[in-house]
T-cell receptor, first 113, second 115 residues
Framework: QKEVEQNSGPLSVPEGAIASLNCTYS??????FFWYRQYSGKSPELIMS????GDKEDGRFTAQLNKASQYVSLLIRDSQPSDSATYLC?????????????FGAGTRLAVHP | KAGVTQTPRYLIKTRGQQVTLSCSPI?????VSWYQQTPGQGLQFLFE???????NKGNFPGRFSGRQFSNSRSEMNVSTLELGDSALYLC??????????????FGPGTRLTVL
């Protein structure tokens, strides 16, 4: 079982719709969760971080965390063609007493006009 | 504040050669992590350095090594290159690392092609 799992997609949504991206993780000890966006040929850029159960909103983005279900999601409201990218879910893991990030394989989002 | 920088941006090598990649973290950041990204395996953790010490290591062969200097700049080295080492190598920095709240900021990456 992979440590962080995401549906590879592509997830295709029309412009203006809500895009819902999901991620599950296996380490129950994980405490921090991150969503990164990566455009083709570019490096990942941070969208949001979330540490507590519930929702966290930032502009058009909402991250949702459910530690009991080991599930984290990202909602993108009013999706725009410029949101078309691969979205990476990252989860922290302590190894040897130190923190590291484990990334999912990413979900490719395509927003069509 | 300047972001994470990586040099070179592109590199072409042949099998058996070795390569050294460089990363300069955001000013004031002391932790540097390295990742390999390939289409098949995604983003995989290589190692993390803090205060010139390797603190964490991923599951990569010993051909992959790194170091960090006193100014927090880091290098990674891959010896005896194999075709499968072709990838985007990403460096990320955090202020201090070690805390679950630390956010990693990525550099632009070095695209390595092994022929």
């Amino acid at each position: 079982q992979k440590e962080v799992e995401q549906n590879s997609g592509p997830l295709s949504v029309p412009e203006g719709a809500i895009a819902s991206l999901n991620c599950t993780y296996s380490d129950r000890g994980s405490q921090s969760f991150f969503w990164y966006r990566q455009y083709s040929g570019k490096s990942p850029e941070l969208i949001m971080s979330i540490y507590s159960n519930g929702d966290k909103e930032d502009g058009r983005f909402t991250a949702q965390l459910n530690k009991a279900s080991q599930y984290v999601s990202l909602l993108i409201r009013d999706s725009q063609p410029s949101d078309s990218a691969t979205y990476l879910c990252a989860v922290n893991s302590f190894s040897g007493g130190y923190n590291k990030l484990i990334f999912g394989a990413g979900t490719r989002l395509a927003v069509h006009p | 504040k300047a972001g994470v920088t990586q040099t070179p941006r592109y590199l072409i090598k042949t099998r058996g050669q070795q390569v050294t990649l460089s990363c300069s973290p955001i000013s004031g950041h002391r932790s540097v992590s390295w990742y390999q990204q390939t289409p098949g395996q995604g983003l995989q953790f290589l190692f993390e350095y803090f205060s010139e010490t390797q603190r964490n290591k991923g599951n990569f062969p010993g051909r992959f090594s790194g170091r960090q200097f006193s100014n927090s700049r880091s290098e990674m080295n891959v010896s005896t290159l194999e075709l499968g080492d072709s990838a985007l190598y990403l460096c990320a920095s955090t202020p201090r690392g070690g805390s679950f709240t630390d956010t990693q900021y990525f550099g632009p990456g070095t695209r390595l092609t092994v022929l």
